[in-house]
């Protein structure tokens, strides 16, 4: 086999991307404007919710829903062990304290039973983790806040009308996922998603919220005071100021500025035409490397059945039977041959940042478990039919030696 050259996961960036991009810098708007509607209207319509914000990040859009909320000093927030630190950091930020569930023996879900005995009269929100694109047991999850309901100490209007723990999912991996018929959007309370570089759909950075109605509580109020705390706390954005004689404007609170652009909108816009086709592919080349790696010694995630649909976003493979040091050496020999793998994720208790709050990988054996002996293959709509085939039988022939 000729040696390829293939990385983990590049944009997918057509026509239709650069023409947007183009149209906006013509237009002369730039900044959050026309686009950036269009584009929250269109997800909102996708997920099936009433509304949805598009801010800077899926990280912005988590942290801004902790304080639109209410959630800060002196509140819990429970999150998995095992995820990408962002989950966890805007826990962080609003002053809340962290609290972390390790994930169930070769699961990559929380544990669900750890996560029922960690809720106290402090916790205020749960933010469960979509890994890999993959939409979480969330009949379980809130089956477990409605039993702990007794426990739940509302603190401001929102909290009380929705009169539970609060449960904010981080489904960076799973825009387009599904479960049981309902779209990832639609089941947690609020949900965030990543448009970052390397997801399924692009806007460069980027990220959105959306959220299930709440009795009691206007959407529109909702969406009113992601705009206030996204752009400084100001009650006119630039758009409306430019209208004629319209330029006076107040500050609510000294807030933050997480806004997405026009032209991030753009590109966004663009990506969901035709984000029906790139999960279509996802869902092939998963099909593939399922049957091409149906005789390894290997655990693979449950991507697709009657149940759940998902987006597709990671490839995590377990080789069974190997040691770290052998997982990395068969990172290294796939990068030898000009394949570019990964690992999601090595856990939070692992990092300096949550040893230094006090974390212990001893504590959460099952997390460390799934990191020893994961590597995440490339996924991406960039890859060929012949990239796969050639990802396929590198593998086999690198993992047939442990």
């Not at 493979?317 to 994720?345: D, F, P, S, W």
Request: aromatic letters at 8%; glycine letters at 6%.
């Amino acid at each position: 086999m000729e040696k390829c050259n293939i990385p983990f996961s590049p944009p997918d960036m057509g026509e239709e991307e650069i023409n947007e991009v183009i149209d906006t810098l013509k237009s002369g708007w730039i900044t959050t404007g026309p686009k950036v509607k269009e584009f929250e209207k269109k997800i909102a319509d996708y997920c099936h919710t009433s509304k949805a914000v598009c801010l800077n990040s899926a990280t912005a859009c988590m942290e801004m829903t902790l304080r639109l909320l209410g959630i800060g000093p002196g509140d819990e927030v429970i999150t998995s062990a095992y995820t990408y630190t962002a989950s966890c950091s805007v826990i962080c930020h609003v002053g809340a304290t962290p609290v972390l569930v390790d994930v169930a023996k070769d699961s990559f879900e929380m544990d669900y039973d750890q996560l029922a005995e960690k809720i106290t009269e402090k916790t205020k929100a749960i933010i469960p983790v979509d890994l890999a694109g993959i939409m979480c047991d969330y009949d379980r999850i809130f089956e477990i806040v409605e039993s702990k309901k007794g426990l739940f100490k509302p603190t401001n209007d929102i909290q009380k009308a929705i009169g539970r723990i609060i449960v904010l999912s981080d489904s960076a991996h799973a825009f387009g996922a599904s479960r049981k018929g309902k779209m990832c959007g639609e089941v947690a309370d609020f949900t965030s998603f990543s448009f970052h570089a390397v997801k399924n759909l692009t806007t460069a950075e980027g990220g959105a919220v959306v959220w299930k109605d709440i009795p009691g509580i206007d959407n529109e109020w909702i969406y009113k005071q992601y705009q206030l705390l996204s752009l400084h706390g100001q009650t006119k954005d630039a758009l409306n100021k430019t209208k004629l004689g319209s330029w006076e404007y107040d500050i609510m609170l000294p807030a933050y500025k997480c806004n997405m652009t026009d032209i991030m909108g753009g590109i966004g816009l663009a990506q969901l035409k035709r984000y029906s086709q790139l999960l279509a592919r996802r869902k092939e080349i998963i099909e593939r490397y399922n049957d091409g790696f149906k005789d390894l010694d290997i655990q693979v995630l449950n991507h697709f059945d009657d149940e759940h649909q998902s987006s597709g976003h990671l490839y995590l493979v377990r080789v069974n039977n190997i040691t770290l040091q052998q997982r990395n050496e068969i990172i290294v020999k796939m990068a030898e041959r000009g394949i570019a793998c990964n690992v999601h994720y090595k856990p939070l208790p692992m990092l300096t940042a949550y040893k230094n709050l006090g974390f212990d990988i001893k504590d959460y054996p099952n997390a460390y478990d799934l990191f020893v002996n994961e590597v995440t293959l490339p996924l991406h709509t960039k890859l060929s039919d012949e990239d796969v085939e050639y990802i396929i039988n590198n593998f086999n022939e690198v993992v047939s030696c442990y």
